[in-house]
């Protein structure tokens, strides 16, 4: 019921649900009756529904689990609104119908997945997706092909809908435009075959014009008189086509207009999340499907073009008309000339943090570039490197032509023939062997430290020839100026480090360039402050990238407060970061001598090198106060243990546990003192570490990380490096004392001491 009469057919803007009014009812209640809300929820809160940011939350992240409670409540805040405003509207049909069967589902919802909000997100994400589908393979869009979009969101199953349908309705019209002109083609050829004949027939008539008596020659003038008629209307009938020709020009720039729109978002969105894996570590999607999409709009576009030679005979005709003829072929020229700049796309991004004289790769692919005709003009592709300033000149380029750059730096092997790949059509760079070689950077730097906060940008050009020159003739409605253009296109920032020291404040550059760039913002411009909510999550990317793990909300508020130098968490999520604070000040205690990220740095460094496979596996609490680690260890069994990141140094673990007097004791090791003698060791040595926190007995944590002693070797004595942990609790003169002159009242002191050592 809802379906067929609350809904309406409604054009390509409309929303997904209303679109779906279209569909087959039964393939919309199979799919609602597997869903966590049914068809009455979904369409009372459409509007709301389509509106909400679904795909943005990652269920797997325990960063975005606060908000995803908090979408959940929304949702169903607004679901309990919606009852609220059906039951005062007066009309007690509603009443009883809706609203009853709303407060059901509401019940169901609350019962459901109140508890458990991230899989109400999850299936949502996944019913929005399904409805888009159904849209795109409806029986009224049989020739709609369904397949996957760059961006796995509902949001982008419908533009995929809107792209497709464009292009139906683009066939339907070049088919028609192609039947107009057909018919411009056969009436031009019978009128100028009829002028032909006049003319032929008017220089006998004058030849012989003596011979002719009154009749003959008032026959003459008045057939004549007919054919100029004839003639006139003829071209009354050609001025009707060309008028019928631009209308459907008009409309069939509107189509284009939308699949072409829709191709160069992709390609941002392609890029944008190329960008947000250079943190994450996650791979952008493959470009295939782009490339589908954008050979089809090629194809469509070029073959618009060729309509400017075909209708080119008809312009002296066109005399009310010529300057909209020439109009709409300089759209489509703009169209062309805006997609082949966009589709010169880096797919390999070289390294962010680069060394002179160290090899690096780096991938460029020209999206479509077979329909350009580049599998049979192989273009060539030059390296170089450039900085902020003339990245800024390269990029605000509009689509006009680029050429005579400066650049600041010389890549070594940076000149490649286009690879033409005939299984896959595609056109692509493959570079392997790229090296830096010179580098001129800028003179006003004002200190040696800014060498790793100074960008520069990887350089890719293409000299390429504009296919189908011969639809391309130059006028005032177009930007494409002559047959050649060069395609610029430049990498994400790069800083280049003159030795290993510099690597870490290189990264802290880099990591906030990527977290924080806006899309089409000033090349290269420093992103400013940002509050701890953003952050964060780019913090917890970039650890599972580079130790496989995402930080929990209690590891994140910790990191907050150290970099916000705060005492509580009170509204932390809203307090801005600045650059200064996340990696040029120190940390606020005296004693400290670097930056947050130095630290945060050095602790990834020290993961990677040292236990990945124990931090993996969450054996280590990591990012924990001292304070905070006291509190837990105190309220635990003697000889509890856990591990945590002190703030007090750089690149340290430190193992805290509770000794069987109740004290707290932190044992702290460096990187060094790891590769003698490794954690696992260190943990499974002393007799005074025996559970993991809480209640984990340490054998069954860390068991499998122990290395096994080597078997003896016949005639050599082996050497065995045990870990242990000073007593500093037992007074050694005492003991002394206690052993070498026993009194009597003394035993029970002295059985307290070696229970003691028995511990360990």
């Not at 008596?213 to 008045?222: D, I, K, L, T, V």
């Not at 994450?280 to 493959?286: A, L, N, R, T, Y």
């Not at 390294?351 to 460029?364: G, I, L, W």
């Not at 926190?693 to 499998?704: D, I, L, Q, S, V």
């Amino acid at each position: 019921y809802y379906i067929t009469n609350n809904l309406r057919s409604v054009d390509d803007s409309m929303a997904l649900w209303q679109q779906l009014s279209t569909c087959n009812v039964s393939t919309i209640q199979e799919l609602y009756g597997h869903c966590p809300i049914n068809i009455l929820v979904r369409h009372n809160l459409a509007d709301h529904i389509e509106r909400r940011p679904w795909s943005q939350y990652n269920v797997e992240d325990p960063t975005h689990h606060l908000e995803i409670q908090q979408e959940f409540h929304h949702f169903m805040m607004m679901l309990k609104y919606k009852i609220s405003e059906l039951r005062n509207s007066g009309d007690m049909e509603r009443i009883i119908d809706t609203s009853q069967r709303l407060e059901e589902q509401y019940n169901v919802l609350n019962n459901n997945y109140s508890s458990n909000p991230c899989e109400f997100i999850k299936k949502m994400q996944h019913l929005l997706i399904e409805e888009a589908k159904i849209l795109r393979t409806s029986d009224n869009n049989p020739e709609i092909e369904v397949k996957p979009r760059i961006s796995d969101t509902w949001m982008g199953e419908l533009e995929g809908s809107l792209f497709s349908l464009s292009f139906k309705h683009v066939r339907e019209l070049k088919a028609r435009i192609d039947e107009q002109i057909t018919c411009l083609d056969e009436k031009a050829d019978f009128k100028r075959m009829s002028q032909e004949e006049m003319h032929r027939k008017t220089a006998s008539f004058q030849s012989r014009v003596n011979e002719l008596n009154a009749a003959q020659r008032e026959s003459f003038h008045q057939n004549r008189e007919r054919c100029i008629r004839t003639l006139q209307g003829m071209h009354n009938q050609m001025n009707d086509v060309v008028v019928g020709l631009l209308n459907l020009f008009d409309e069939i720039i509107r189509k284009l207009k939308v699949a072409h729109d829709y191709i160069l978002k992709e390609i941002d969105d392609w890029k944008e999340e190329q960008r947000r894996g250079m943190i994450s570590g996650k791979q952008p999607p493959s470009l295939d499907y782009i490339e589908r999409d954008a050979c089809m709009l090629a194809d469509a576009l070029t073959s618009c073009a060729g309509y400017y030679a075909r209708l080119r005979d008809h312009l002296d005709d066109m005399t009310e008309n010529r300057s909209l003829v020439l109009q709409f072929h300089g759209e489509i020229l703009n169209f062309i000339r805006a997609l082949m700049f966009k589709c010169f796309i880096i797919e390999k991004q070289p390294p962010q943090v680069m060394k002179r004289d160290t090899r690096f790769s780096a991938a460029v692919r020209i999206i479509a570039g077979e329909r350009w005709g580049f599998a049979i003009k192989q273009p060539v592709l030059k390296v170089c490197l450039v900085n902020a300033e003339q990245a800024q000149a390269i990029l605000n380029h509009n689509n006009n032509d680029v050429r005579d750059v400066s650049v600041c730096g010389e890549v070594l092997n940076g000149e490649k023939v286009m690879e033409y790949s005939t299984q896959t059509k595609t056109v692509q760079f493959q570079f392997k062997n790229l090296v830096l070689k010179k580098l001129h950077r800028a003179a006003d730097r004002r200190a040696a430290e800014l060498v790793t906060e100074e960008k520069f940008g990887v350089y890719f050009q293409c000299k390429v020839q504009v296919p189908y020159k011969e639809s391309f003739s130059p006028h005032p409605h177009s930007n494409l100026a002559d047959s050649k253009m060069t395609l610029p296109a430049v990498s994400l920032p790069v800083t280049v480090t003159v030795h290993g020291s510099q690597s870490s404040a290189a990264e802290a550059t880099i990591f906030w360039d990527n977290s924080f760039a806006p899309r089409n913002r000033e090349s290269f411009a420093h992103p400013g402050a940002h509050p701890w909510s953003e952050l964060k999550g780019r913090i917890s990317d970039c650890f599972m990238k580079n130790t496989d793990r995402y930080l929990n909300e209690d590891a994140l508020r910790y990191l907050g407060m150290k970099v916000l130098n705060l005492e509580t968490a009170d509204d932390l999520d809203s307090k801005p970061v600045s650059w200064q604070a996340f990696s040029k000040d120190t940390l606020k205690k005296p004693d400290r001598t670097f930056t947050f990220w130095e630290w945060l740095y050095s602790c990834i460094d020290l993961i990677k090198k040292h236990f990945l496979p124990m931090w993996k596996d969450n054996l280590i609490e990591g990012f924990i106060s001292k304070t905070r680690t006291e509190t837990l260890l105190k309220s635990a069994e003697p000889n509890t243990f856990l591990l945590r990141f002190p703030d007090s140094k750089q690149g340290m673990i430190s193992i805290s546990f509770k000794q069987p007097d109740g004290t707290i004791k932190h044992m702290i090791y460096s990187a060094a003192e790891l590769k003698k003698h490794d954690l696992a060791q260190r943990i499974l040595d002393p007799h005074a570490l025996q559970f993991l926190y809480p209640h984990h007995p340490k054998e069954m944590k860390f068991k499998k990380y122990y290395k096994a002693v080597k078997e003896d070797v016949p005639g050599y004595d082996k050497d065995l490096i045990k870990a242990h942990i000073p007593l500093e609790q037992v007074d050694i003169m005492k003991l002394d004392n206690l052993f070498n002159e026993p009194e009597s009242g003394n035993e029970n002191e002295l059985m307290e001491i070696i229970s003691y050592f028995d511990s360990y």
